[in-house]
């Protein structure tokens, strides 16, 4: 089975702290993403990779960037948290050739305070 | 640009009962199709997909959905629902040219309520 980690089920940083989400695959997948999910809007891309060190903007880029240092890690970071980046945070790997079937870690809840 | 309307934010049914999720796409070419569902304190899991042929797909968990073109629409049905399919359901549409466009887009989600 696919397993995709996520470092932190529950996180709580105050405004201006940097924070790291932490992601890893077991399944060698090339492809690896990062969502955002909040009520009423959906889960929103914010960023995806699809190589080591390779990365490309999604829909919602703005205060994030990612890292992707090792094919099995791909982090996620809030350079200066703010309250509106208060969310859900979901990591998602897939193969290159399946990129649409992707599996899904069991997310992080970020509060900011 | 792709995007994905579900007009159903909640939705109530009876378990036993027979269900149907909508979903209405828009895309400009053939689009690839999914649906995900979502367990309470779950990450996503990729119930069906349509990439082209058959218009009826099948799924885990005993769910269908039929991609009709002529009302951009990829309804997600079951046809007796159990307790245990109490969930949140996302559609998704993806483009289909592979290379660095390797974007889902999701709807809003449809919650779904199973009473005994």
């Known amino acids: 089975d696919v397993k995709v980690t996520q470092s932190s089920r529950y996180l709580v940083k105050r405004t201006g702290e940097k924070v790291f989400l932490e992601c890893v695959q077991d399944m060698d997948h090339e492809n690896m993403f990062w969502y955002r999910q909040d009520p009423g809007l959906g889960l929103r891309l914010i960023y995806f990779?699809?190589?080591?060190?390779?990365?490309e903007k999604g829909d919602i880029p703005e205060g994030y960037s990612v890292s992707r240092e090792k094919k099995e890690r791909f982090s996620l970071i809030l350079e200066s948290a703010s309250t509106n980046q208060t969310s859900m945070y979901l990591c998602a790997s897939s193969l290159f050739s399946t990129w649409y079937e992707q599996y899904f870690g069991p997310g992080t809840r970020l509060t900011v305070t | 640009a792709q995007s994905v309307t579900q007009p159903d934010i909640h939705i109530t049914v009876s378990e036993g009962a027979s269900l149907e999720l909508r979903c209405n796409y828009s895309y400009g070419a053939t689009p690839y199709l999914f649906w995900y569902v979502q367990s309470p304190g779950q990450g996503l899991q990729l119930l069906l997909k349509y990439f082209s042929g058959d218009t009826l797909v099948q799924g885990i968990k005993g769910f269908e959905a039929e991609f009709k073109r002529s009302q951009s629409s990829f309804n997600l049905r079951k046809p007796s629902v159990h307790w245990s399919d109490a969930a949140e359901y996302f559609c998704?549409?993806?483009?289909?040219?592979?290379?660095?466009?390797?974007?889902?887009?999701f709807g809003k989600g449809t919650l779904l309520t199973v009473n005994p």
């Open positions: 998704a549409v993806g483009a289909g040219d592979g290379g660095s466009n390797y974007k889902l887009t």
């Open positions: 990779s699809y190589d080591v060190k390779m990365k």
